[in-house]
């Protein structure tokens, strides 16, 4: 079980994951080497998965994010999982319950490059039954740290 203590450090760290165990220490009055422990402990518990960064994808010039939901028929499944696996356009790719049971985020270029990633990588895919896409306009809030 966490404590406040674990909670301020994973929220720190949620922020800026390089902050260093002296500034952390001074926040929550520890010393450094026990906020280390203390860190190594959620690291070893499997709490905190991997120290990250987030990159802006706008700036690298993917500026269309859109989510697609594909219907799939259930003996197909496993075949789209992989092949979309490893496309690089697919950010995020999660199997969900419903009708959609495939949900993908996606980072594009621009709309042309879109329309391509459609008809290239998804609308060939044997066994899908149904597309639902949305593009993203505005992000208002966004938990960064969360493996969701």
Do not use: W
């Amino acid at each position: 079980m966490l404590d406040p203590i674990d909670n301020h450090i994973l929220e720190r760290l949620t922020q800026n994951s390089r902050i260093s165990y002296t500034d952390l220490a001074k926040e929550v009055n520890l010393s450094s080497v026990a906020v280390k422990d203390r860190i190594d402990r959620l690291v070893n518990q499997g709490i905190i998965e991997q120290f990250s960064i987030v990159i802006n994808a706008e700036k690298l010039g993917k500026r269309i994010s859109a989510y697609l939901e594909l219907q799939v028929e259930p003996a197909q499944l496993n075949h789209i999982v992989e092949v979309l696996k490893v496309n690089e356009r697919v950010a995020v790719l999660y199997e969900m319950t419903g009708p959609c049971i495939l949900h993908i985020h996606i980072l594009v270029e621009n709309l042309e490059e879109m329309e391509r990633f459609m008809h290239e990588s998804i609308y060939c895919l044997e066994g899908l039954v149904r597309v639902e896409s949305q593009i993203l306009l505005k992000r208002h809030k966004n938990q960064d740290g969360l493996n969701i």
